[in-house]
């Protein structure tokens, strides 16, 4: 209950309850249609948005196609495991800066590090490219080494800044490896998008979806909004915007 109190007070919930306020309101007195049906489509908007519920559903959704989409067994020896950045935040001065990476970031790789760990002879091929002086790319390899992954079977990737450029970039790397060793490890609500980047470039490669977020939670917390609901709602919306935008321009 403490908890449930707590996000009701939060500016989310705040938020919330002042629309929902809004709605009962001009549903009492007289106003025009069109202020009526905007208010009423706004605040079932953002209900829906900052409510667990309906967020974990969509991001559900989402994860449980990158899962339909893992049909590879593990890797074999020697196989190349892709790994895509999730991003940095500020402007790290060295590769030492690995807490400047994202948790999507973070959890990827840790993820990918333990599956390459356990295939004899495979080699970590990290992709990311936002950042100035260090890239993504450079602090994953970093904290990839701290982590016991030797040096000489990891390959960076500096120059991709988006999915679509990985799958174009490291098309030229990946040619002479057999598609049964090629791996591609990204956020599990990300592996649609990504899949259809690498698909476009006629690029064979095995999902192996990870950080999945869409988690259970007791019946109040799951009604009451909640930031982290906003969150995932919009990573939702940006992966199936992503994959409209590819489909209408990158692929015509």
């Avoid at 959704?61 to 495991?81: N, Y």
């Avoid at 790789?109 to 450079?138: F, I, N």
């Avoid at 800044?161 to 990300?190: C, E, K, M, W």
């Amino acid at each position: 209950m403490k908890l449930t109190l707590e996000l009701l007070l939060s500016p989310v919930g705040l938020t919330a309850c002042g629309l929902i306020l809004l709605t009962v309101l001009v549903s009492w007195r007289p106003h025009r249609l069109a202020v009526r049906l905007l208010i009423y489509a706004s605040t079932l908007m953002f209900i829906c948005a900052s409510m667990p519920l309906t967020a974990n559903m969509a991001l559900g959704a989402l994860e449980q196609k990158a899962t339909q989409e893992r049909v590879c067994p593990p890797p074999p020896p020697a196989s190349v495991i892709v790994v895509l950045a999730g991003g940095i935040n500020g402007n790290p001065v060295s590769d030492a800066d690995v807490a400047a990476l994202k948790a999507a970031s973070l959890r990827r790789l840790l993820s990918a590090v333990q599956l390459a760990q356990q295939v004899p002879d495979s080699t970590l091929l990290l992709s990311g490219g936002w950042g100035k002086s260090v890239r993504e790319a450079d602090l994953m390899g970093a904290l990839a080494e701290k982590m016991g992954f030797p040096a000489a079977r990891i390959v960076l990737d500096t120059q991709s800044r988006t999915t679509f450029q990985t799958a174009q970039n490291i098309r030229q790397r990946l040619s002479h490896v057999p598609p049964g060793q090629r791996y591609l490890v990204t956020s599990a609500d990300h592996m649609p998008r990504a899949m259809m980047a690498f698909e476009h470039e006629n690029l064979s490669i095995c999902a192996w979806p990870v950080d999945y977020e869409a988690l259970p939670l007791q019946p109040l917390d799951m009604l009451t909004p909640q930031i982290s609901a906003l969150e995932k709602s919009t990573r939702v919306v940006h992966e199936l915007l992503g994959m409209l935008y590819y489909r209408l321009v990158k692929f015509q």
